[in-house]
């Protein structure tokens, strides 16, 4: 079994910065595609972003391009989504997942794996 545990949420003013953590843990085998999806109340949870193993592919949802930053050490098996310029839209409840074989990113039923999720909320 793999866990994921994801760190770094909190309360942050409009334009302000968070960076969230997505610790794996647990039998992971081998490479691992890592996701960030995000769910705002009375909403279907969506998708973030997402970077393959050796970063060779990274993909974003048009609503975060050029705000967030995902990165990862491979050696702590761990995943980061760097927010910045943040708005109230942003607020929700920000999961990571893992997914070993993906057609497509965006698809949260594709993946393994999924964490507990961290609450980011962005005040006006």
């Known amino acids: 079994q793999v866990q994921l545990v994801e760190s770094g949420g909190g309360l942050v003013q409009a334009g302000g910065s968070l960076r969230l953590s997505c610790a794996a843990s647990g039998r992971i085998s081998g490479s691992w595609l890592g996701g960030w999806f995000r769910q705002a109340p009375g909403k279907e949870r969506e998708f973030v972003s997402a970077?393959?193993?050796?970063?060779?592919?990274?993909y974003y949802a048009d609503s975060v391009k050029g705000r967030f930053t995902i990165s990862r050490e491979n050696a702590k098996n761990t995943v980061y989504l760097q927010m910045s310029s943040l708005k109230p839209e942003d607020t929700a409840v920000y999961y990571c997942?893992?997914?070993?074989?993906?057609?497509?990113?965006?698809?949260?039923?594709?993946?393994?794996?999924w964490g507990q999720g961290t609450q980011v909320t962005v005040s006006s």
């Open positions: 997942g893992l997914a070993y074989i993906i057609d497509d990113v965006t698809k949260e039923d594709q993946y393994d794996y």
């Open positions: 970077m393959s193993w050796k970063g060779g592919n990274i």
